[in-house]
Nanobody, 124 residues
Framework: QVQLVESGGGLVQAGGSLRLSCATSGSTFRINAMGWYRQDQGKQRELVAAISRVGSTYYADSAKGRFTISRDNTENTVYLQMNSLKPEDAAVYYC??????????????????WGQGTQVTVSS
């Protein structure tokens, strides 16, 4: 089992920054990849960024150049630094862990474990 706890969401003005954190615990050695998803009301959940066990990264087009995913192995924590936030970035952000090798790419579904989500609100 893997446990994930997100933190760092909140209200920010457009153009501002937030850093989300995802603390992992449990069988973290089984994790092959970590991802940050987001879901706004009435929309599908989308993968924003991911980082592999070996440090490869993936970004959705909407996140490229503005968001940075990173991890601290000593603290078993994954971060999502979000800069130049836009109102359309507002959503509930979820941290997810993948312990399998399913999917056409290393960052593709299916993620096995999910955090509870943290709200990001961006005012215009």
């Amino acid at each position: 089992q893997v446990q994930l706890v997100e933190s760092g969401g909140g209200l920010v003005q457009a153009g501002g920054s937030l850093r989300l954190s995802c603390a992992t615990s449990g069988s973290t050695f089984r994790i092959n990849a970590m991802g940050w998803y987001r879901q706004d009301q009435g929309k599908q959940r989308e993968l924003v960024a991911a980082i592999s066990r070996v440090g490869s990264t993936y970004y959705a087009d909407s996140a490229k150049g503005r968001f940075t995913i990173s991890r601290d192995n000593t603290e078993n924590t994954v971060y999502l630094q979000m800069n130049s936030l836009k109102p359309e970035d507002a959503a509930v952000y979820y941290c997810a862990a993948k312990t399998n090798r399913l999917g056409s790419t290393w960052y593709s579904a299916t993620y096995d474990y999910w955090g509870q989500g943290t709200q990001v609100t961006v005012s215009s």
